[in-house]
């Protein structure tokens, strides 16, 4: 199996504007993510696919490989697409890694792509129980249900599902909530229906791209961790990470 890595990196971003190059400790954030991604033993290529002519000369100077892509394209997912269309890219799983998670690991991303092909799933993804009461109320933390066969029921903002007789305050104590953390391995067969696909009503209702595949029938395994990742999206994550990487050695 030829399996690609392609982190889509945005330069534009509302609540922390040239976040990919923001830095966290020594280092900018999309650099620590490339790092995870060439550590992989699994992955046979790791590129960057981004809008932004400042992130691909920063690309080039530590030695990553990266492709251009135009602003416009709406997710992550669409210019991921864009660029294996556009450049030739022909691989059987296509990693999506989200360039906002700094914390990420080789040795993760390998568990992500083993056990999704050990699946028969169109894509494999990763979850971790919540332990707290904050993200499990936060709409911006997606939660998600599994099934028996650890594969996705579905996908929302919302707590999901309500438990009937118990208040809120309780929930923790009587269920196992996951938390959705959005890094994807998509079969080739799986993205190519993805890129066909009109958004979903799901899809639009919860801001979630995942739910179009779903709401087509597309099956999701997912992959438990109990890795402590955190999705920068703020100063406050920023900082946040910077405290929690202040007394750490560096990441080979």
Not at 129 to 150: D, T, Y
Not at 160 to 187: C, M
Request: hydrophobic letters at 40%; proline letters at 4%; one cysteine or more.
């Amino acid at each position: 199996m030829k399996i690609l890595g392609i982190i889509p990196s945005r330069y534009a971003s509302t609540r922390l504007p040239g976040k990919p190059l923001a830095m966290i400790k020594n280092k900018p954030m999309l650099e620590w993510v490339w790092e995870a991604a060439s550590s992989s033993k699994l992955i046979n290529r790791v590129a960057v696919a981004t809008d932004s002519d400042i992130i691909f000369d920063f690309c080039n100077k530590i030695g990553a490989e990266a492709f251009l892509s135009p602003r416009d394209l709406p997710s992550g997912t669409d210019r991921i697409i864009f660029t294996i269309e556009k450049y030739q890219l022909d691989y059987d799983i296509i990693l999506n890694i989200q360039g906002d998670e700094p914390l990420l690991t080789g040795d993760l991303i390998d568990k992500l792509i083993a056990e999704f092909l050990q699946s028969k799933a169109d894509v494999g993804t990763l979850i971790k129980k919540i332990s707290k009461k904050e993200e499990l109320f936060s709409p911006s933390v997606v939660k998600v249900v599994i099934g028996a066969n650890s594969n996705a029921l579905y996908f929302s903002r919302s707590i999901i599902p309500h438990l009937r007789g118990f208040s809120q305050d309780e929930y923790l104590n009587h269920f196992t909530f996951w938390k959705h953390i959005g890094i994807y391995a998509y079969t080739k067969k799986s993205l190519e229906l993805f890129s066909k696909l009109p958004e979903g009503m799901l899809e639009k209702a919860e801001k979630l791209e995942q739910l179009r595949l779903l709401e087509a029938s597309s099956v999701f395994k997912c992959i438990e961790t109990d890795l402590e990742l955190i999705s920068i999206d703020t100063k406050e994550d920023l900082e946040r990470i910077n405290k929690i990487l202040n007394d750490l050695p560096d990441r080979l």
